[in-house]
């Protein structure tokens, strides 16, 4: 019973040596290394000293009884993981020193994108340095000939007088041509309006010419010549081709200035727009009126409350006062009764249709030449009872000497050789 019982204890004390190994082995996988391996027992320890051994064999049968609590498997162990997990909770934390730099990253952005800006600044100067000394010195942007400088918008101006303007540029560089200088000269030109100068590269001028208008002829002085709407003396046209039929401007002086010119032309437009075709505000086109501009050879602006106008009918030559108003009207009333002023005066020359309820026949004539004046009933406005003088009533008043001479007497000669 005894040997039996010795060779248990030898049995048992061997199971608990493998068991201590095992458990030395699963606890440093489950992480109870920490404190360091556990001792290991020989079996001569264990005969030498039984109350380690059976310690020994409590330890190993509550071991067994965790282990199986925990159903550990050999093959089911991943001695990596554990031994990374418990590198985990054994590694200390360390900080990691971090290298500012002095310059905030915000402010390095932005200097950055301004180094960007100042190369791009820098290069784009560059190339506009280098485009303008090629463009200034390259034979390719000089004007050759008067081949390269195109005129349009040339009909009665003189093209000679506008190119010598225009050709002036050429042999130079096309940048350096003074745009609005040339342009300022070729409006110079009396019958130039407004031009314009423009470069087509590589080495072209181009002019645009708008001519003035032409409304009527001006006795300037000795010269006749066309005239604008503002006053402007034109000259006559350089192509003889053009043929204009307008009536001939009197009272206009080589003295004045242009703003009075610019005042009678007013008055010129507004009467040729009231006997033109349209007539005031259409009236012409409703009552279906002739163009009465077209009977007109002269117009007398030297009078601004006195327009007098040279009108031809098939009777004869006549001027007509049309004061300062209302020439539709008052040209209407000529145009009625004429043949009839005809027959009752002889010779008549001119009236005036200034006043209001009469007409005076040859107002320009002197009253002893007029002869005693004659009265008839005319229509005027479509109202009878006007009157029709042959003479002035307004006749001019000469000044008169205060001196008074007394009349001398005729005498025989002799009487008066006696007095002297």
């Given at each position: 019973m005894l040997a039996h019982n010795s060779v248990d204890r030898g049995i048992m004390a061997r199971d608990s040596i493998e068991l201590t190994q095992y458990d030395d082995v699963v606890s440093t996988s489950r992480g109870r290394s920490v404190l360091g391996p556990k001792p290991r027992y020989s079996a001569d320890n264990d005969l030498k000293n039984p109350t380690k051994a059976r310690a020994s064999d409590r330890r190993a049968s509550a071991a067994d009884q965790d282990d199986s609590e925990l159903l550990i498997n050999p093959e089911d162990l991943d001695l990596d993981d554990l031994d990374s997990e418990e590198a985990q909770f054994l590694r200390t934390d360390r900080r990691v020193p971090v290298r500012h730099s002095p310059i905030p990253k915000k402010a390095a952005s932005q200097l950055k994108i301004a180094g960007w800006i100042a190369a791009a600044v820098v290069t784009c100067g560059g190339l506009t340095a280098w485009a303008y000394s090629y463009g200034i010195h390259s034979w390719r942007f000089r004007i050759e000939s008067s081949d390269a400088v195109e005129i349009t918008g040339v009909k009665n101006a003189s093209r000679a007088h506008v190119m010598e303007v225009a050709g002036g540029d050429i042999g130079r560089n096309i940048f350096f041509v003074p745009l609005d200088e040339r342009k300022r000269k070729l409006e110079e030109i009396p019958w130039v309006e407004h031009a314009s100068v423009m470069r087509l590269l590589p080495n072209r001028i181009a002019v645009t010419i708008q001519e003035r208008t032409p409304v009527a002829f001006a006795q300037i002085g000795p010269r006749t010549s066309l005239i604008d709407a503002n006053g402007v003396a034109m000259g006559m046209p350089a192509n003889r081709q053009t043929r204009y039929s307008f009536p001939v401007i009197r009272g206009i002086t080589e003295t004045e200035p242009l703003s009075s010119?610019?005042?009678?032309?007013?008055?010129?437009?507004?009467?040729?727009?009231?006997?033109?075709?349209?007539?005031?505000?259409?009236?012409?086109?409703?009552?279906?009126?002739?163009?009465?501009?077209?009977?007109?050879?002269?117009?007398?602006?030297?009078?601004?409350?006195?327009?007098?106008?040279?009108?031809?009918?098939?009777?004869?030559?006549?001027?007509?006062?049309?004061?300062?108003?209302?020439?539709?009207?008052?040209?209407?009333?000529?145009?009625?009764?004429?043949?009839?002023?005809?027959?009752?005066?002889?010779?008549?020359?001119?009236?005036?249709?200034?006043?209001?309820?009469?007409?005076?026949?040859?107002?320009?004539?002197?009253?002893?030449?007029?002869?005693?004046?004659?009265?008839?009933?005319?229509?005027?406005?479509?109202?009878?009872?006007?009157?029709?003088?042959?003479?002035?009533?307004?006749?001019?008043?000469?000044?008169?000497?205060?001196?008074?001479?007394?009349p001398k007497k005729y005498l025989p000669q002799k009487a008066q050789r006696a007095q002297r």
């Open positions: 010119r610019a005042a009678a032309m007013k008055i010129y437009n507004r009467l040729v727009s009231e006997l033109g075709p349209g007539g005031t505000q259409g009236e012409g086109i409703a009552n279906g009126s002739a163009n009465y501009v077209r009977q007109l050879s002269e117009v007398d602006l030297s009078d601004p409350e006195d327009v007098k106008v040279t009108a031809n009918d098939p009777g004869g030559t006549m001027v007509v006062h049309l004061g300062a108003q209302d020439f539709l009207t008052r040209y209407k009333l000529y145009v009625t009764h004429i043949a009839e002023w005809r027959q009752q005066f002889q010779n008549v020359q001119s009236v005036d249709l200034r006043y209001e309820g009469q007409v005076i026949v040859n107002p320009d004539r002197p009253v002893e030449a007029a002869g005693k004046p004659k009265i008839f009933e005319t229509q005027r406005n479509g109202v009878s009872g006007g009157k029709v003088v042959g003479v002035s009533a307004k006749p001019t008043v000469k000044p008169v000497s205060k001196k008074v001479t007394k």
